[in-house]
């Protein structure tokens, strides 16, 4: 697809309302990342437990309170009067139609609930009552793991009442010592050093002189970046800069289990899959070479791919460094004057960080099938918790919200996992676990926060040796700030010795030097800014780190529909200056397109919004400024409930809203099928070009059907800057982002 520019600037504006002090620049826990043009909803207070709706519960701090206009419908007198300008669609929708947008929210909320046992709709209350008497006795916690209780509940006799407030994910084990611990069987007997293994070259036997340098390198930010292009892949291969001049090599490829280090046992499970496929291949060297890796390939058809190696390389490095604890358990025994320096200061090594539970049901089981345990102690406790077979959504749900949202879609969980030679213990105390699974809510609830005064608790982080964040782009629609606030306190000196041998802890563990060691994998379906500041600040692995990410062909050209798509970029001094500059080209190059086709032709036009912020300003614009006062509106957000949402849809499709307001967040944890679209603006494009295809091409199509809209008569109008350049690769592809953001014109159309 050919596009053409035209024009000269257009627009403009400087900085506005918006500062540093305001809510663009403000940043304070649950609040917004300042300046940049994401922010809002996604750093706002997120709702705990399932809520009472997706988009809400996700979001924060409840439904506003409208004390002011934010929506304007057109009366029935002036329908009358102008029934003539208004289209011939418009007025005579059907009853089944509306009827159709107004119960279909309804439908899938209450579909989904009625098809629940009564149990499993009594656990999702529990769940929602737990989570607020944690907020409120967290203070009480003896752990990572205990749920707090109340007054009312220590004083009660009531056994009912008491199980209503339980934690499902609650651990009342004690920590336990490592002098007292009982003797474990080692999990193989194949461990023979192998200078090649590459856990002995990084963690338990790594060359001082080569990893001293290139942490001094690493601390002084000296990193050298080589750009490397693998099939269809694009590797920013980033190592420290010691001086060494000699070309800089990704790891050899991968081709199947057989060249890997693995346990036997691992290697025996794994054996009839002999052949990696391509996601696998193009994951595995940095995985099991213990680089950090920012992965932003990841789909639905992959997952499962990359889940498999995540979950055998995790693996590999638990049993690995049990077995060798044991082995030097033995070796102690016989002769206590050996120093054998085989650990950490805390016994959890593998951190997994996922959206839902579902997401960890998935995790879990993969584990399972590569471990192959002989019994799995607790394991109906997991799945009375966790597994939620239940069918809430229809089959034309695309792919990817089904894959994301179906199960138990719960955010706030936290799991520890411990593992011995034949079982595998679910719900073990942190401390006494080697893997621990949460998603970012929870784990920061687990940790505790300094204004419920009481002592945080994040030693059972201080030697995590191997992160995985999955789905992170899921993740980036819930409080991306409970993600920072975890890596920023991993591999933290602890403050307590729980029960430590400190002649046994690694030296570079001793050092302070342990983030330096860490491995970060990261899997993405896209890369933003937020995931590259994430490696930025928080990888600092001295083998080095890597960002994959392919050549982006577009989803202009595949929208399904023939309609104009014009882009128009407007300029912005800087991030911080960018959501301003945003609005004042919206407000002087947009709205009066809308002001003038008051009446006819501005029926039918949604106008999404990514940022909550932004929406919040353009909402409030679109109800108190005298020159938008013809333009009937609706709005819908991540924190409308269904009755709000069926509303506004309703009053679109039969033109009494002309302009509807859509958010990303709404349309990422709802997926409406909006009616009576003919035109869709763009304020920012989505981070998931998905979203693109679906409101740009799918809302528009379906109009065609419906014979609201001529064929080839819908228009598509895109505001960028050059600091959305990620998010326009995706949708117009790498070679044309190039060009829009450097050529001198500032709008190109596609057709």
């Given at each position: 697809m050919?596009?053409?520019?035209?024009?000269?600037?257009?627009?403009?504006?400087?900085?506005?309302?918006?500062?540093?002090g305001g809510a663009g620049g403000f940043r304070g826990r649950g609040g917004s990342r300042g300046g940049g043009s994401r922010g809002g909803a996604r750093g706002a207070p997120r709702g705990r437990g399932r809520g009472s709706s997706r988009g809400g519960a996700r979001g924060g701090v409840g439904p506003r309170s409208s004390k002011f206009t934010d929506a304007r419908l057109a009366d029935k007198d002036e329908e009358e009067d102008e029934e003539e300008d208004i289209s011939e669609e418009e007025s005579n929708v059907s009853d089944d139609e509306i009827e159709e947008s107004e119960e279909e929210d309804e439908d899938e909320e209450d579909g989904a609930q009625s098809g629940q046992p009564y149990m499993s709709l009594l656990k999702s209350f529990q769940s929602a009552t737990t989570t607020k008497k944690r907020k409120l006795d967290h203070p009480e916690e003896e752990g990572p793991n205990k749920a707090s209780k109340t007054e009312d509940d220590d004083n009660s006799d009531d056994e009912d009442d008491e199980k209503v407030t339980e934690d499902v994910d609650a651990v009342n084990e004690p920590e336990e010592d490592p002098q007292d611990a009982p003797l474990e069987d080692?999990?193989?007997?194949?461990?023979?050093?192998?200078?090649?293994?590459?856990?002995?070259?990084?963690?338990?036997?790594?060359?001082?002189?080569?990893?001293?340098?290139?942490?001094?390198?690493?601390?002084?930010?000296?990193?050298?970046?080589?750009?490397?292009?693998?099939?269809?892949?694009?590797?920013?291969y980033n190592t420290p800069e010691t001086g060494d001049s000699t070309e800089r090599k990704l790891p050899h490829s991968i081709s199947g289990v057989g060249d890997l280090k693995l346990k036997q046992r691992l290697a025996e499970s794994m054996a009839k899959h002999t052949e990696f496929d391509e996601a696998e291949k193009a994951v595995a060297p940095l995985l099991f070479n213990y680089q950090d890796m920012l992965y932003c390939n990841r789909s639905v058809a992959s997952s499962e791919s990359t889940r498999r190696m995540a979950c055998l390389h995790a693996?590999?490095?638990?049993?690995?460094?049990?077995?060798?604890?044991?082995?030097?358990?033995?070796?102690?025994?016989?002769?206590?004057?050996?120093?054998?320096?085989?650990?950490?200061?805390?016994?959890?090594?593998?951190?997994?960080?996922?959206?839902?539970?579902?997401?960890?049901?998935?995790?879990?089981?993969?584990?399972?099938?590569?471990?192959?345990?002989?019994?799995?102690?607790?394991?109906?406790?997991?799945?009375?918790?966790?597994?939620?077979?239940?069918?809430?959504?229809?089959?034309?749900?695309?792919?990817?919200?089904?894959?994301?949202?179906s199960g138990n879609d719960d955010d706030m969980f936290r799991l520890g996992m411990k593992f011995t030679r034949k079982t595998i213990k679910y719900f073990s105390q942190f401390y006494n676990s080697d893997i621990i699974f949460a998603s970012p809510l929870g784990l920061r609830m687990a940790i505790g926060s300094e204004e419920e005064k009481k002592k945080l608790d994040y030693d059972f982080l201080s030697s995590i040796e191997l992160v995985i964040v999955d789905q992170a782009d899921a993740l980036l629609m819930q409080n991306w700030e409970h993600v920072e606030f975890i890596f920023e306190h991993l591999n933290l000196q602890p403050r307590d010795a729980h029960g430590c041998d400190f002649s046994r802890v690694r030296s570079w563990y001793?050092?302070?030097?342990?983030?330096?060691?860490?491995?970060?994998?990261?899997?993405?379906?896209?890369?933003?800014?937020?995931?590259?500041?994430?490696?930025?600040?928080?990888?600092?692995?001295?083998?080095?780190?890597?960002?994959?990410?392919?050549?982006?062909?577009?989803v202009i050209q595949y929208l399904g529909v023939k309609t104009r798509q014009t882009f128009s970029r407007f300029d912005a001094a800087s991030i911080a200056a960018d959501p301003d500059a945003r609005f004042a080209y919206f407000t002087k190059a947009i709205v009066?397109?809308?002001?003038?086709?008051?009446?006819?032709?501005?029926?039918?036009?949604?106008?999404?919004?990514?940022?909550?912020?932004?929406?919040?300003?353009?909402?409030?614009?679109?109800?108190?400024?005298?020159?938008?006062e013809s333009v009937t509106f609706g709005n819908i957000s991540e924190y409308a409930d269904t009755p709000e949402?069926?509303?506004?849809?309703?009053?679109?499709?039969?033109?009494?809203?002309?302009?509807?307001?859509?958010?990303?967040?709404?349309?990422?944890?709802?997926?409406?099928?909006?009616?009576?679209?003919?035109?869709?603006?763009?304020?920012?494009?989505?981070?998931?070009?998905?979203?693109?295809?679906?409101?740009?091409?799918?809302?528009?199509?379906?109009?065609?059907?419906?014979?609201?809209?001529?064929?080839?008569?819908g228009h598509v109008k895109v505001m960028f800057s050059k600091y959305d350049i990620m998010k326009l690769e995706r949708i117009v592809g790498t070679k044309r982002a190039g060009k829009m953001i450097t050529e001198q014109g500032d709008t190109f159309d596609f057709v």
């Open positions: 050919a596009f053409r520019g035209r024009g000269g600037d257009r627009g403009g504006g400087g900085r506005g309302g918006r500062g540093r080692l999990f193989d007997e194949d461990d023979d050093l192998d200078d090649s293994d590459p856990f002995e070259t990084h963690f338990a036997a790594p060359d001082e002189a080569t990893y001293q340098a290139r942490i001094k390198a690493i601390q002084a930010n000296k990193w050298r970046t080589d750009r490397i292009v693998q099939n269809s892949n694009r590797i920013y693996l590999n490095h638990v049993f690995k460094t049990r077995d060798r604890v044991i082995k030097n358990n033995t070796k102690l025994q016989r002769d206590d004057t050996l120093e054998l320096r085989d650990q950490g200061f805390t016994r959890p090594k593998v951190l997994m960080i996922l959206p839902t539970r579902q997401s960890c049901v998935k995790m879990v089981e993969m584990i399972c099938k590569v471990a192959a345990p002989e019994q799995q102690e607790n394991r109906k406790r997991f799945d009375d918790g966790y597994v939620d077979k239940s069918t809430k959504f229809p089959d034309d749900k695309p792919e990817d919200f089904r894959d994301l949202f001793l050092d302070d030097q342990a983030k330096y060691f860490r491995q970060t994998v990261i899997f993405s379906a896209f890369n933003t800014p937020e995931l590259a500041e994430l490696q930025r600040l928080y990888c600092h692995n001295w083998a080095g780190k890597a960002r994959l990410q392919a050549e982006y062909p577009g009066p397109t809308l002001v003038k086709r008051a009446a006819k032709d501005a029926a039918g036009t949604l106008i999404f919004i990514p940022s909550y912020l932004d929406f919040v300003r353009v909402r409030n614009y679109f109800a108190n400024n005298p020159a938008v949402a069926s509303r506004a849809r309703s009053h679109f499709l039969t033109g009494r809203h002309r302009v509807l307001l859509y958010t990303e967040r709404a349309h990422h944890f709802r997926r409406y099928a909006i009616k009576g679209v003919k035109r869709v603006i763009f304020y920012g494009l989505p981070d998931n070009p998905i979203f693109y295809r679906e409101i740009a091409g799918g809302y528009l199509q379906k109009s065609e059907q419906a014979l609201m809209l001529e064929h080839g008569q």
